[in-house]
């Protein structure tokens, strides 16, 4: 299973994905948050950074991949995004198209009750070797 924190660039406190709980042929599902309260901007770049590990998955690359965000859209706070209270979050990404080295991801992450706490489109570029 893919390691969030051997696998992104980002690390505590900007790494908020704790594990990734599924993954399927065309999803992935994360878990994070626990114990710490989040903004809903911080929710937002698990959103990222669950489109980023999906992105990756998909391509199946033995090379080490790295995405950065080129866009947000359609983004949406749920009821609950300001009320977060340290409890786990679901974040939930499924692609939505990829055109050369672009993807974009439709990512929800949710409360623990199921409530959305923050959806939206994920655009990613992939980042240029160095």
Excluded: K, N
Excluded at 114 to 121: E, N, P, S, T
């Amino acid at each position: 299973m893919i390691d969030p924190s051997t696998t992104l660039a980002h690390r505590e406190p900007a790494l908020v994905l704790d594990a990734v709980s599924a993954l399927g042929q065309t999803t992935l599902s994360c878990t994070g948050g626990a114990g710490r309260r989040l903004h809903w901007a911080q929710i937002l770049d698990g959103c990222a950074q669950t489109a980023g590990l999906l992105a990756r998955a998909l391509l199946a690359s033995p090379e080490p991949v790295a995405f950065v965000v080129a866009s947000y859209e359609s983004v949406e706070l749920g009821e609950g995004h300001d009320a977060h209270d340290g409890g786990v979050i679901e974040w939930r990404a499924t692609p939505v198209r990829r055109v050369g080295d672009f993807h974009q991801v439709d990512v929800r992450a949710l409360d623990e009750g199921g409530r959305a706490l923050v959806v939206a489109r994920v655009a990613l570029a992939r980042r240029p070797a160095t």
